[in-house]
Antibody, heavy 118, light 111 residues
Framework: EVQLVESGGGLVQPGGSLRVSCEAS????????MTWVRQAPGKGLEWVAI????????FYVDSVRGRFTISRDNAKNSLYLQMNNLRAEDTAAYYC???????????WGQGTQVTVSS | QSALTQPASVSGSPGQSITISCSGT?????????VSWYQQHPGKAPKLIIY???SRPSGVPDRFSGSKSGNTASLTISGLQAEDEADYYC???????????FGTGTQVTVL
C-alpha cells in the first residue's frame, strides 16, 4: 500500500524555523517527483513546492521562495520542507503528495499542522 | 500567480447532475492538458479524482467526469450521491516558475 506520513509540525514564533518531514512507503520513492501543498484553517489548497527525482530541480510558490527549501533523501524514502523566517500567514496544515500520472498528485499524506504565533 | 476561479458553492438533489467550473488563463488551463481535480471531505486529506483533464484514476466512479474548453475546465458529477458532499478543487500546470496552481475550491451540497 502506498503511504505518506508527515511529521514535525508544531507551534513556532514569527521569524522562527521548522522542518516538516514526509516518510514514504509502498512505492519506489526515488522514481517520483514529490510536492508539498498547504491549507490554512478554513481556507483552500495552496501549492507550495515540488522536487524532482534526484533533487536537482526545485520549484516554489512566490510567497515562500527564499524562505522555504524542499529537499529529499532517497536512501531514507523521505521528503522535507525546511521553513525559515516563518510568518503568521504560513499557519496551515502541510500535506505531502506524490506526483502521479498526468501531473496529478496522488496519494496525499494525512497532513501536519504548523502554527506560527507568538 | 492567482488562484484559478471556481464557484464557492454548488448544490443538487440526489440523482441529479452538477457541474463545477474552473476558470484560468491561456498560461495555465488553456495552455496545457494537465488539469486535475481533487475531492476533500471535512478533516480529511484531498483525493485525486480526475487527471489530464478527463482521465479517472482506478477506483474513482465513472459518474465523475472532466472536460476543458479554452481557458475553463469543468468537473461533472452525474447521479449525485450523499457521499459526494465535499469540497472540490481544480489544479493546473502553468509552465511558470511556480508551475502549479489550485482553484479557489467549491463546496458541493447534496440537498
Amino acid at each position: 500500500e502506498v503511504q505518506l506520513v508527515e511529521s514535525g509540525g508544531g507551534l513556532v514564533q514569527p521569524g522562527g524555523s521548522l522542518r516538516v518531514s514526509c516518510e514514504a512507503s509502498g512505492f519506489t520513492f526515488s522514481d517520483y517527483w514529490m510536492t508539498w501543498v498547504r491549507q490554512a484553517p478554513g481556507k483552500g489548497l495552496e501549492w507550495v513546492a515540488i522536487i524532482n527525482q534526484d533533487g536537482s530541480q526545485k520549484f516554489y510558490v512566490d510567497s515562500v521562495r527564499g524562505r522555504f527549501t524542499i529537499s529529499r533523501d532517497n536512501a531514507k524514502n523521505s521528503l522535507y520542507l525546511q521553513m525559515n523566517n516563518l510568518r503568521a500567514e504560513d499557519t496551515a496544515a502541510y500535506y505531502c503528495a506524490k506526483q502521479s500520472v498526468g501531473a496529478g498528485f496522488d496519494p496525499w499524506g494525512q497532513g501536519t499542522q504548523v502554527t506560527v504565533s507568538s | 500567480q492567482s488562484a484559478l476561479t471556481q464557484p464557492a458553492s454548488v448544490s443538487g438533489s440526489p440523482g441529479q447532475s452538477i457541474t463545477i467550473s474552473c476558470s484560468g488563463t491561456s498560461s495555465d488551463i488553456g495552455g496545457y492538458n494537465f488539469v486535475s481535480w481533487y475531492q476533500q471531505h471535512p478533516g480529511k486529506a484531498p483525493k485525486l479524482i480526475i487527471y489530464e483533464v478527463s482521465s479517472r484514476p482506478s477506483g474513482v466512479p465513472d459518474r465523475f467526469s472532466g472536460s476543458k474548453s479554452g481557458n475553463t475546465a469543468s468537473l461533472t458529477i452525474s447521479g449525485l450521491q450523499a457521499e459526494d458532499e465535499a469540497d472540490y478543487y481544480c489544479n493546473s500546470y502553468t509552465g511558470r516558475s511556480s508551475p502549479y496552481v489550485f482553484g479557489t475550491g467549491t463546496q458541493v451540497t447534496v440537498l
